[in-house]
């Protein structure tokens, strides 16, 4: 499912014509290779440009034009050289040429200029606020509004063709763009909850600390009264941002945010209570090595997405002491030297990635596979 590119079976995808089993791998295979994600991206965006086209109703006079001419006698030429024999054959491919033209004018319009004037807000519970105005039960959200609600309110935004997200109760949100090729808001405090089904780098969430860069996915994000974050996926990915450090949360995961410091280092949220305490103090209260003892001794087989993480925050022995735990968890691939990955090969550390990611992704639903594996693990009955 890994190894084979799924090119082929992208339109079909994105047109939801494939059975359940085949989607699901493929939606699989999306997460850990970039060209099919590249494919799919361009694939998914056109899906999403046809649909948006305006849907035009002929006049009654175009089509009695058509008849009368598919009715009138139309003579053959003896020996045509050039275009079509019948005059109504001209002018059905002129026709269908125009309207082509016509679908590919707008096409490159909605691309470049479409915008949506403004967002629908629907009021939830209580009486949430745009612009200090009382929403009733559902207003419009224009770019430079700020949507609050206080402790007893709450309010769902919806998007433009992508989604919409959820506002809960104390939370100000702010609209920063409205282009259908770039939806942007602004969590200034709160918590947001966004469903997302759109091209990755469409849906994005400004915080005091970190932009979260949606690549197809459900998730909720907290901001506190001191811009300090926390990000938690419950579906795809997220990617978060700040001058020009990144991390990459999947499905299960969560990942703390801080003014002037960024994204911390991913971790799934089933992790130890101790990995996660250590881990904090490594990421913004200088815990250094003791705090990386405590992370290493408490990771397991699913703590490599954090160990993984950890190789790019640090370096010499402490750097050599994250990969011997990692490639204890779980072996890296022939292609991926000890000596690569101490040096940060670019080509090593994306074919490690490539091998942990299904380990990540697999383990998607815990509670799931350890009802499994209690079963199996049960020893059979005695008879009686």
Excluded at 309 to 337: F, I
Aim: aromatic content about 8%; overall charge neutral.
């Amino acid at each position: 499912m890994f190894s084979k590119h799924v090119s082929a079976k992208l339109s079909a995808y994105c047109n939801g014509e494939l059975s359940n089993d085949e989607t699901k791998a493929i939606a699989e295979h999306l997460l850990v290779c970039k060209g099919c994600r590249k494919a799919y991206d361009e694939i998914n965006l056109g899906v999403q440009l046809a649909q948006s086209l305006p849907q035009v109703v002929a006049p009654a006079s175009l089509w009695s034009e058509i008849e009368n001419l598919l009715d009138a006698p139309q003579p053959l030429p003896s020996t045509p050289r050039f275009g079509f024999p019948f005059t109504w054959q001209k002018l059905v491919f002129t026709g269908a040429l125009a309207m082509a033209l016509v679908a590919c004018g707008v096409s490159l319009w909605l691309y470049f200029e479409m915008r949506a004037a403004s967002w629908q807000v629907v009021r939830l519970d209580g009486a949430p606020k745009i612009n200090k105005s009382l929403v009733s039960d559902s207003e419009r959200f224009s770019e430079g509004e700020l949507l609050e609600t206080d402790a007893n309110s709450r309010a769902r935004i919806n998007l433009t063709k992508i989604g919409h997200v959820d506002i809960d109760p104390n939370s100000r949100v702010k609209v920063i763009s409205t282009k259908f090729t770039e939806q942007r808001l602004a969590l200034e405090r709160g918590k947001l909850s966004a469903r997302i089904s759109a091209p990755p780098r469409i849906f994005f969430v400004d915080t005091p600390s970190a932009k979260a860069v949606d690549l197809g996915c459900a998730y909720t994000l907290e901001v506190d009264d001191n811009g300090r974050g926390l990000l938690q996926v419950t579906s795809g990915w997220v990617a978060l941002e700040y001058q020009g450090r990144e991390a990459r949360v999947p499905a299960g995961a969560a990942c703390e945010t801080r003014p002037q410091v960024g994204p911390g280092t991913p971790f799934f949220s089933n992790s130890t209570a101790a990995l996660q305490k250590a881990l904090e103090r490594f990421d913004f209260e200088n815990g250094g090595i003791a705090a990386l003892e405590t992370i290493l001794a408490e990771a397991t087989t699913r703590d490599t997405l954090t160990l993984f993480n950890l190789l790019y925050r640090v370096d010499g022995k402490e750097r050599a002491s994250v990969y011997d735990k990692l490639a204890s968890l779980v072996l890296p691939p022939d292609d991926v030297t000890r000596d690569g990955i101490l040096t940060m090969n670019a080509e090593m550390i994306d074919s490690y990635r490539t091998a942990l990611e299904p380990v990540w992704i697999s383990e998607t639903f815990p509670a799931l596979r350890k009802a499994l594996r209690n079963i199996l693990d049960k020893p059979p009955e005695k008879k009686k």
